[in-house]
């Protein structure tokens, strides 16, 4: 794996919503138009906004022919019309390589979707189509005009699971990583990885890696043994749900003791791999709505860039944007917003950006801030990290290694508290006051300790 992930933070932006693009048929646009809509230039006008983030990766979402949200996959090989064609895809990846920003693909290999060709195929020809190699498909029974009983991805009928134990589909998945990475691409979030077995990416990454040697390739995985995937499967990073989780929820039920536990658990992960990180996706709701309390915002910001991983940030959460994710039919949409044209002013925050809490100015300038001091600590990256003190709402965490240390010291109560300081001589960032030993944070406060 290339040295560039050491130092790689990412934008992470969900195309089809971010650029207004009709997500449901019933919308009046689907992906089988004709004429490319060139939506991705939206994207590309926000690129010098990542570069003022102190950010320098762009991890996209879907941006492959779908009939509707994106991971119902219909062509691996075209950019979905809904957001233009593939020269704009080389416009936007040739901008963000000009900036130094790398790029990550979205890929959805376990399943497509049900009006893929490859499956129309076999609706039409059964078991003697050319294709009936790719999905895991019961034919017993089976008579033409019949529907097809395919697997499909946990319980969306419209997901058609890929058969992952063929050939034919390792061939498929090897072609269309190649081809984009061809393309410019830097490297591939593999959507819903803990649905696959690991054997399979122990297939198709090697053969990838051939050609490309420089490419990263990070899991989503919500849940399993990490680590065992890891080792069996050669990806290089998972999705750290268990951090996610214990940062809104520890924090917002004011029980950092489960805080303490997802940071332990990530030295554990780091036996095998450095983890991706984040508090916000486009799977959940914004952390400016899971944690009700903005004064406790920062907290969860100030752990996500002082604990090793590879940090994303999800776009629209530097500006706290609201937004809470619904168990419904079009339940994402809120947290899948259009965003305007390009970034706004920062004096016309936050009345010119939908969603914005009245704190976007503070929250913008706080994530410039950590994510420099992030930049400034490089070896945060994969360092281990100790919990020195917690309480339900007080907790101290040092993390360090020989080439230095960061103590990141919470307190969500609405009292004072002196807490260890963990040898620390300077505040880096937050507010706090050292002496003999100790942090004195103000109710509701946090701060970054140093040297």
Do not use: C
């Not at 395919?150 to 589909?169: I, M, R, T």
């Not at 990416?201 to 990490?226: K, M, N, S």
């Not at 503070?362 to 994510?371: F, S, Y």
Request: hydrophobic letters at 45%; a negative charge; zero cysteines.
């Amino acid at each position: 794996m290339s040295s560039w992930v050491d130092h790689v933070m990412w934008w992470h932006v969900y195309p089809l919503g971010f650029t207004g693009a009709p997500v449901r048929p019933e919308a009046g646009e689907g992906a089988s138009a004709d004429a490319p809509a060139h939506r991705l230039g939206r994207i590309e006008s926000w690129l010098d906004h990542v570069v003022d983030l102190g950010l320098n990766g762009l991890a996209l979402g879907p941006v492959f022919a779908s009939s509707t949200h994106g991971y119902d996959t219909t062509d691996h090989f075209r950019i979905d019309p809904r957001l233009g064609d593939e020269a704009d895809f080389d416009r936007l990846v040739a901008a963000a390589h000009e900036r130094g920003i790398r790029v990550l693909l979205d890929g959805v290999f376990n399943h497509v979707g049900r009006a893929h060709p490859a499956f129309a195929a076999l609706e039409e020809s059964g078991p003697s189509a050319a294709t009936a190699a790719l999905f895991r498909v019961d034919w017993q029974g089976w008579q033409p005009g019949d529907p097809v009983r395919a697997d499909v991805f946990e319980g969306h009928d419209q997901l058609v699971a890929l058969d992952h134990s063929s050939p034919a589909v390792a061939d498929l998945v090897v072609e269309v990583m190649t081809y984009w990475l061809g393309r410019g691409a830097d490297g591939w979030r593999l959507d819903a990885a803990y649905a696959v077995p690991p054997a399979f990416w122990a297939q198709v990454l090697p053969r990838v890696r051939d050609v490309h040697p420089d490419a990263w390739f990070t899991g989503e995985v919500i849940h399993g043994d990490a680590l065992a995937i890891v080792a069996e499967s050669g990806l290089d990073s998972l999705t750290q749900y268990e951090l996610w989780q214990g940062l809104w929820h520890g924090i917002a039920d004011a029980n950092l003791f489960e805080l303490k536990h997802a940071v332990e658990r990530g030295n554990e992960l780091l036996e095998g791999f450095v983890p991706t990180t984040f508090v916000g996706n486009h799977d959940v709701s914004r952390i400016a709505s899971a944690i009700p309390d903005a004064r406790h915002l920062p907290h969860a910001l100030a752990l996500l860039f002082t604990l090793a991983g590879t940090p994303m940030v999800y776009a629209g959460d530097e500006y706290g944007l609201r937004a809470v994710k619904e168990e419904r039919l079009g339940g994402d949409d809120a947290v899948r917003p259009e965003f305007p044209d390009s970034p706004p002013s920062v004096e016309s925050l936050p009345s010119s950006l939908p969603g914005a809490g009245p704190d976007a100015r503070e929250l913008l300038a706080l994530h410039g801030e950590l994510i420099a001091l992030r930049r400034r600590h490089a070896w945060l990256h994969s360092a281990r990290s100790d919990v020195l003190h917690v309480t339900n709402t007080a907790l101290v965490v040092r993390t360090a290694t020989g080439s230095g240390a960061v103590v990141t010291a919470l307190n969500i109560g609405d009292e004072a508290v002196a807490v260890p300081a963990g040898g620390a001589s300077a505040v880096l960032a937050g507010s706090a006051s050292l002496a003999a030993g100790r942090a004195s944070l103000p109710p509701h406060g946090w701060a970054v300790l140093g040297d």
